[in-house]
């Protein structure tokens, strides 16, 4: 019994230092986007660029993978952003700059969109709610792009 505490305690102590140093205390990602711009439009569709900032808040660099979202008006969602298949190096403690995310809007739900925010004059921005995938880990997260 004595032997099995002589080894376990030092590989415990070894994982737990190990663990409080690397993952036990990570910040989530936080996205930033820039005012929507317009790229096009065609078959019923009118697509959208954005630019995305990313800040790490971590005291290590983090590689992005993967973006999935849905953007809405007045909680109705009107269109999915997907980006996945990436490795864009995030350094420690900066921001980094991921550009032209597309964002494609089928043309009847924009004019359905449109007419409500000309009769309530409420809506002011883009919501896009989903997840950031960055080194295996998933971070949530809600944000608006100004329409205006």
Do not use: C, H, W
């Not at 993952?23 to 019923?44: D, E, I, M, N, T």
């Not at 290590?60 to 993978?65: E, G, L, Q, T, V």
């Not at 924009?110 to 000309?118: P, V």
Request: cysteine-free; aromatic content about 8%; hydrophobic content about 45%.
């Amino acid at each position: 019994m004595k032997s099995l505490l002589k080894v376990a305690l030092p590989i415990a102590l070894l994982l737990g230092v190990g663990f409080f140093l690397t993952g036990s205390r990570l910040k989530r990602l936080v996205p930033y986007f820039k005012k929507a711009k317009y790229k096009s439009f065609s078959l019923g569709k009118i697509r959208f660029t954005v630019d995305m900032l990313l800040e790490n808040p971590n005291r290590r660099a983090m590689k992005f993978n993967e973006l999935f979202a849905n953007v809405s008006i007045n909680g109705t969602t009107i269109s999915r952003i997907q980006v996945y298949n990436k490795s864009i190096s995030i350094a420690p403690l900066s921001t980094t700059l991921i550009p032209n995310i597309e964002i494609a809007i089928e043309t009847l739900s924009l004019t359905n969109q449109i007419l409500n925010i000309i009769r309530n004059r409420a809506a002011s921005s883009l919501q896009i709610a989903g997840t950031i995938k960055a080194d295996g880990l998933t971070f949530p997260f809600n944000s608006d792009i100004p329409l205006r």
